[in-house]
């Protein structure tokens, strides 16, 4: 357990609607990243983060959009959600961190998100 | 471009044998790979992590082994057990502030 949490866990939405995720981790790591997961498609990354209000584009960041205001928490953000942004969602987190250099990558449990 | 490749996509074996799990990656210039575990349902679990310098990482009764000149990896299971079962992924790091690229995993089944 790397000290990550995401929520909510699950959450169904209506299409047009702004939905935010909640990534918040415990162990001061430096990078954050958004991932989906789909079948057929695996891990895509959607946005990452390499610091507090630095932030970059992923593969798939079309109709996301990301803030990290403080080291603990990644947010990711659809401002009108689609059917298409129906997935699972994963935050992950990798080093280095306060005191250590750790490349190894440690992901939170998933948000399931349904948009209608 | 970097591409990772796991092939078979899914694998079904009985209960006590070893078993050997691949990964391909198209770009030998790598700076570390990943093996993960995922159960249905649940986030991904590190299992090891190889640096590009190194050549094996061991835990328990498993093993990965990198040949970067060959791109590949494997994932050795030392007597499979039923709860080995779940999705087995593997990912690469191109360089050290590079974004890491997954492989679409290889789901194992081990019957009992």
């Known amino acids: 357990d790397a000290g990550i949490t995401q929520s909510p866990r699950h959450k169904v939405t209506e299409t047009g609607t702004p939905v935010t995720l909640r990534c918040h981790q415990t162990?001061?790591?430096?990078?954050m990243y958004w991932y989906r997961q789909d079948p057929g498609h695996g891990l895509r990354l959607i946005h990452y983060s390499y610091g507090v209000k630095d932030t970059d584009k992923g593969e798939v960041s079309d109709g996301y959009s990301v803030s990290r205001s403080k080291t603990e928490d990644f947010l990711l953000t659809l401002e009108s959600a689609t059917s298409s942004q129906t997935s699972v969602y994963f935050c992950a987190i990798s080093g280095p961190r306060t005191g250590e250099n750790t490349d190894t990558q440690y992901f939170g449990p998933g948000t399931r998100l349904t948009v209608l | 471009k970097q591409e990772v490749t796991q092939i078979p996509a899914a694998l079904s074996v009985p209960e006590g044998e070893n078993l050997v799990l691949n990964c391909s990656f198209t770009d030998s210039a790598i700076y570390n790979l990943q093996w993960f575990r995922q159960d249905p349902g649940k986030g991904l679990t590190s299992l090891l992590l190889i640096q590009s310098s190194q050549r094996e990482q061991t835990s328990g009764r498993l093993n990965a082994s990198l040949d970067k000149s060959s791109g590949r990896s494997t994932l050795y299971i030392a007597a499979s057990q039923p709860g080995d079962s779940a999705t087995y992924l593997c990912a690469v790091r191109p360089g050290r502030d590079d974004k890491i690229i997954f492989g679409k995993g290889t789901r194992l089944h081990i019957l009992p």
């Open positions: 162990e001061n790591h430096r990078y």
